[in-house]
Each structure stands twice: as structure tokens, then as C-alpha cells.
């Protein structure tokens, strides 16, 4: 848990001292490449509704 | 070291856009043609750069009547979105207004979406007052004010994933330490009652 916060602060403070463009190319390789591999997992209808359909 | 800044209640961002922004942007662009919202909870630390994802993206939204509700519902159809449920009177009786939250998403694709619940509470109602305007490649999104995020996950939350996501806040941000406590004191009186 102190490393994971250890890290949270570092990554926060790269954040801070590097502009918007430059963090947030890294971050979108992370976001976009798990979206990418959920949108792999392909859902029957069925499926769909029993996780979110009562 | 250069942190966000909120002025005028107004933070411009000019970052890389995700598959996740462009989803909440999609979806919270027609919501708020139909009612006041709120972007809560994780996505606010994310869209501000924390490393990490999520499947879940929580707004409260103003009460609004059925027929308006029939109206919102209608175009998320119209433009290849899905329900919780198929029928708006069910899911507007048996759900949001019992405070169940209902989700939206991209048809064929429910690992993705917007939950949305209606604000009741004082702490939910000033979130919506106190919202801050994210100006962003052209669209505005609205977001809880940074402080209460930050007194909710590190007071009331309190995993490891919402510690984590309140210091990144804290340290990315100008914040004042004073609203916190005092958001936090708002948030754990609520919380006794319950």
C-alpha cells in the first residue's frame, strides 16, 4: 500500500511538472489499450442482461 | 511545479483525448440538453491524470419528471446507446426515483458506462451547485468541485483505490485543506444518520 502511494505521488507530480500534452500521451497508451481490450470481449445480449438487466 | 488551477469555479485543460473521455464526452453532451449534471468519483481523478482506468463513470443528475426523463432516454436510443432496463416508466419509477442508479452504454458494449443517479442529499445537491466547468477540446464537462472529492474519498470511500485517487487530487491540484474538513465534516454527518 506505501509503495502503490509512493508511486500515485510520483506519477501526481510528473503530472505537475510536465505539460498537459506530454503526461497525457502516456496515460491515453494505458486508458486506450485496456478500452481496446474490453471492446474484445464480446457480449451476447443475453450476457449483457444478467450482469446489468434486473 | 505547475497544478491545475480552478478560476471562476472554470479549469481549461489541453490534454490527449482517450476512448474514455470521448465516451463521457458523447454521453454527458446529451444528458445535459435534458438536465443539470455532475461528474463524480473516479473519472474526475483520472480525466486529471491518475494512471488507471475504469469501467464506471458515476454522474447525479437534477430530479426531473418522467416526460423529460422519456425524452433523455429516447435520444440515448436514437443514438445506439442501452438501458439498464427497456422501459423508461420502469426505469424511471423502479429505479432512479427509489435512488437505484441506472447505467447507460454503447450498444454491445457494457463494460463501459455512465451511472447515474438523482442528487437527494444536501452533500449530492451542492455537489451540483458547486460543480466546476472543465473546458476541454471544445466541450464543457461538469465536475464536483475538487475538494469534496477529495474530503469523500480520503473520509467516506476510503479504499485503497480512492486514497489513492484523493492524494493525487491533492497533490495536481491548488487545494484548500480548510474546504476539505469541511466537506468531510458535511459528508460524516450524513453518513451518521444513515
Known amino acids: 500500500m506505501e509503495e502503490r502511494m509512493k508511486f500515485v ?7 505537475c511538472e510536465h505539460s498537459d500534452k506530454e503526461w497525457s500521451q502516456m496515460q491515453k497508451v494505458l486508458i486506450d489499450s485496456q478500452i481496446q481490450n474490453a471492446r474484445k470481449v464480446k457480449l451476447t445480449k443475453e450476457q449483457v442482461a444478467r450482469i446489468f438487466k434486473k | 511545479m505547475v497544478q491545475f488551477k480552478v478560476l471562476d469555479r472554470i479549469v481549461n485543460v489541453d490534454k490527449e483525448i482517450t476512448e474514455l473521455d470521448k465516451f463521457t464526452i458523447n454521453v454527458l453532451d446529451i ?13 474526475v481523478s483520472i480525466f486529471f491524470g491518475r494512471a488507471r482506468a475504469t469501467e464506471d463513470i458515476d454522474i447525479f443528475i437534477r430530479k426531473i419528471p418522467f416526460e423529460k426523463f422519456k425524452e433523455l432516454y429516447s435520444e440515448f436510443i436514437q443514438k445506439g446507446y442501452e438501458w439498464t432496463i427497456d422501459e423508461p416508466k420502469e426505469l424511471y419509477e423502479n429505479y ?4 437505484t442508479p441506472i447505467s447507460v452504454w454503447q450498444k454491445d458494449f457494457p463494460l463501459l458506462r455512465v451511472e447515474i443517479k438523482i442528487a437527494t442529499k444536501p452533500s449530492q445537491l451542492i455537489a451540483l451547485q458547486e460543480r466546476i466547468i472543465v473546458k476541454f477540446k471544445g466541450h464543457e464537462l461538469f465536475m464536483s468541485n ?18 489513492a485517487d484523493a492524494r493525487h487530487l491533492e497533490i495536481a491540484f491548488q487545494v484548500s485543506q480548510e474546504k476539505i474538513q469541511e466537506y468531510r465534516k458535511l459528508f460524516e454527518a450524513e453518513w451518521k444518520k444513515e
Open chain 1, 9 to 15: 505521488e510520483k506519477w501526481a507530480k510528473f503530472v
Open chain 2, 31 to 43: 444528458v445535459k440538453k435534458h438536465t443539470d449534471y455532475v461528474i463524480i468519483s473516479g473519472y
Open chain 2, 96 to 99: 432512479l426515483q427509489k435512488n
Open chain 2, 146 to 163: 475538487i475538494e469534496s472529492q477529495i474530503a469523500y474519498k480520503r473520509y467516506i470511500a476510503k479504499s485503497e483505490k480512492d486514497l
